[in-house]
């Protein structure tokens, strides 16, 4: 080969690798898989553990299924999902106090964090323990409503717990601390299968011990993670144990704690609402199963999203503590990027492959086929999900939540919810318009953050005021 010949070839090589760079950053990229693989396994290893409790519930009977799934849902919305949110807070402020080498801070936020889901916690205990006088009021079966009711009661230590794994996962997260969270939740889970079939089977608890089984587990993945951080060197600077400093931050965290967690109970409500709606379509056990298949997918697929929703948290709060808002903007691109081909990766898995996903949820025909009507309009939210879910991640770490927040409600309950109904009920797409709805809700809630993302000012939050040694959130 001539020398003009290689010299072309290379040319040619380097236009292809410009190309490819200029559309994503691979250094950027890389290290960003490696945070979020990890951050996506947690994530379901916690979400697997509820699942194996409803499992075993469903082998005891029907009744006992239906009372674990209702229970897992009401406790889901009403509960785990308040937990997720109120850590939020702990995005920003741990994550810009680490970029800014606030080291000590860090300890001091998670106690506050700690304190105010604890309170939070008691709140939400008292509701569990009368959630089968409220699920009745909600019009559901009475026998049901029962047995969700006996397995959120023993779900309630478990309440606590989930709520202080979130603090510290968050704590651990925005030092880009990922390994050990993937540990403490995998191994829980193994032992989780082991605890409820002891429970159930050998010591005889029955239906009692499905859920208890979880608040057991949790709490084990707790003190592993708790015992890590006091004992581990590199929390040194970062953890320096009790200290009654923290209480002087819990009404200032809980200015980013309570949008944080309005946020998420918002969208999650959302999806909830849909599945009561389709219970209310003239064939309404077709439409409610379909609808509810539909919601499960989008919440695995959610997964993924919000593994790469912690990424750009934890990678934007730590830039913009660090003074860097130009680095922050660029780890946003190339996390939307990464998560819309991930999106759409998962896309192409539903679109050839529904029949054989709809088939793990039931055996009838009538379902399946179904859900390979509905499987075109989800793939369309799974995609504006997974692009609202990273924007969602950029508002915790810059500290938007509070935007975030009104962006939800407008997106989800004055725009999605109203066009649900019109297209699901006045213009008779029953399910599919449903469906519809959250769509239109979801693209306006995506479109609304990326506005917030494009136009808002990226400003460190003033973390500190330094008066006699003391740090005060201002």
């Known amino acids: 080969m001539s020398s003009s010949s290689l010299l072309e070839s290379g040319g040619g090589e380097r236009r292809r690798e ?46 006992e299924l239906a009372g674990a799934t209702l229970g897992n849902s009401w406790g889901t919305v009403t509960g785990l999902a308040l937990m997720t949110g109120l850590s939020g807070a702990l995005e920003t402020l741990c994550g810009q106090g680490f970029g800014a080498k606030l080291y000590r801070m860090l300890g001091i936020y998670l106690q506050s964090s700690v304190i105010i889901t604890t309170c939070f916690s008691i709140l939400v205990s008292i509701l569990w323990y009368c959630s089968e006088t409220l699920l009745i009021w909600l019009h559901q079966e009475p026998e049901v409503s029962k047995m969700a009711g006996l397995y959120l009661r023993y779900l309630i230590p478990g309440l606590f717990a989930y709520g202080y794994l979130q603090c510290i996962m968050r704590f651990l997260q925005t030092q880009t601390v990922v390994m050990p969270l993937v540990v403490c939740s995998v191994l829980p889970l193994i032992f989780h299968v082991g605890i409820t079939y002891l429970l159930i089977h050998v010591l005889g608890l029955g239906f009692k011990g499905t859920s208890l089984a979880g608040s057991i587990s949790l709490w084990l993945s707790f003190l592993m993670l708790a015992l890590y951080v006091n004992y581990a060197e590199k929390f040194k600077s970062t953890w320096e144990g009790f200290s009654m400093e923290s209480f002087q931050f819990v009404i200032p965290s809980l200015r980013l704690a309570v949008p944080s967690a309005v946020m998420v109970c918002l969208e999650y409500c959302a999806f909830e609402i849909l599945v009561l709606l389709a219970g209310l379509m003239p064939n309404s056990e077709l439409s409610t199963s379909v609808v509810a298949m539909c919601v499960n997918t989008e919440a695995i697929s959610y997964m993924i999203t919000y593994g790469f929703s912690a990424v750009v948290s934890t990678r934007v709060s730590n830039e913009i503590g660090a003074g860097n808002t130009e680095k922050a903007k660029n780890a946003v691109a190339v996390t939307l990027k990464l998560s819309v081909l991930l999106a759409l990766t998962i896309v192409l898995l539903l679109v050839f492959g529904h029949n054989i996903w709809a088939s793990f949820f039931s055996s009838s025909y009538a379902i399946i086929r179904k859900f390979a009507y509905m499987t075109p309009l989800l793939t369309v939210s799974i995609v504006l999900d997974s692009a609202q879910g990273v924007l969602s991640g950029v508002s915790r770490g810059c500290g938007w939540q509070h935007l975030a927040a009104w962006a939800n409600l407008v997106a989800f309950y004055i725009i999605g919810m109203p066009f649900a109904l019109l297209f699901g009920f006045k213009l008779g797409f029953h399910d599919k318009g449903l469906w519809m709805g959250l769509i239109c809700g979801l693209f306006c809630q995506a479109s609304t953050l990326l506005v917030i993302t494009l136009r808002t000012k990226w400003t460190r939050l003033d973390l500190q005021v330094k008066d006699k040694q003391n740090y005060v959130l201002v």
Not at 18 to 38: S, Y
Request: hydrophobic share 55%.
């Open 18 to 63: 410009g190309w490819w760079r200029r559309f994503l950053d691979a250094e950027e990229a890389k290290g960003q898989l490696l945070f979020a693989l990890p951050m996506i396994l947690t994530n379901m290893c916690y979400y697997a553990v509820t699942l194996v409790s409803v499992m075993f519930a469903g082998h005891l009977g029907d009744v």
